[in-house]
């Protein structure tokens, strides 16, 4: 037992020196962490890059493309506005080759729609809404100008077109900044036919946007799901409401229908009444 003894302390000496002589493995590094750009959610082609659609996500060092946006170098804000030029799934890198920012080449024609002009519009800090307009956004084109009924020369506003898309908007906001830029000039999406009713519309007086909801209401909700339409904004259309200047203010005079001659007008099948002041 003794000799048992005097062996197991040996072998137990021996493997202690072993251990002591051993070189230690060097200490590993901490791994950095690379965030890369990517898509939220699918974005198709020719819709704007909006921030929910952007995320950052850990991506492997040495599978880092050099065209990947890393969060080092890149600012999200910078971003939103810019159109997509090809089709970018959720999960996938977003690169600058698949996105056009506003002033680069190709951005209005890979942003409109087949079919569509894209108009340049006057605006001001009160026509563009304090600068709350931004590339996406849906507005209904109201105008306000003089209208002569008779011999009374009467003001009135009227909608002109709705749902009309903002392709592009001059204007940027900064809140490190003591004097933001509104823009001047609003780039619009609309048919031929509207893109010449607009050309008309600003000799004839003062334009002014309405900013849409981006929600829809239970009726058009209801409605796309029964036909299983997609889920899209309609296209722009004529206005159908106006407003007089009488219906704003109560010293304005209104025109009294007792002091008016009505003349029935026929034109084929159709007929209409046209009033006139009675002198």
């Keep these: 037992m003794a000799g048992t003894g005097l062996v197991a302390r040996s072998w137990l000496a021996d493997q202690r020196a072993q251990m002591a002589t051993a070189p230690q493995a060097a200490p590993q590094a901490p791994v950095k962490k690379i965030y890369v750009l990517v898509a939220d959610s699918d974005m198709p082609t020719g819709s704007f890059v909006k921030e929910e659609n952007l995320t950052w996500q850990v991506w492997p060092d040495e599978k880092l493309h050099p065209s990947y946006l890393t969060k080092e170098k890149t600012e999200v804000k910078d971003l939103v506005g810019a159109v997509v030029r090809r089709a970018i799934a959720a999960g996938e890198p977003v690169t600058n080759s698949r996105i056009l920012k506003p002033g680069d080449r190709g951005f209005l024609a890979a942003v409109l729609r087949p079919g569509y002009r894209a108009v340049a519009v006057r605006v001001d800090a009160t026509s563009s809404i304090s600068g709350l307009v931004f590339p996406g956004d849906r507005v209904d084109i109201l105008l306000t100008h003089s209208v002569k009924n008779g011999e009374i020369q009467r003001r009135a506003s009227e ?113 209409e009444e046209v009033r006139f002041n009675k002198k």
């Design 159 to 271: 909608t002109v077109l709705t749902n009309v898309r903002i392709l592009a908007i001059d204007q940027k906001t900064n809140d490190t900044d003591e004097s933001p830029k509104v823009g001047k000039n609003a780039t619009l999406e609309v048919t031929p036919k509207q893109a010449e009713m607009l050309a008309v519309l600003s000799e004839l007086g003062k334009l002014s946007f309405a900013l849409r909801s981006l929600a829809k209401d239970e009726a058009e909700l209801e409605r796309i799901a029964k036909s299983g339409e997609p889920l899209q904004e309609p296209d722009p259309e004529r206005g159908k409401t106006h407003t007089w200047d009488s219906e704003v203010s109560r010293l304005i005079w209104r025109p009294s229908r007792a002091n008016q001659d009505v003349v029935q007008v026929s034109r084929g099948n159709q007929t």
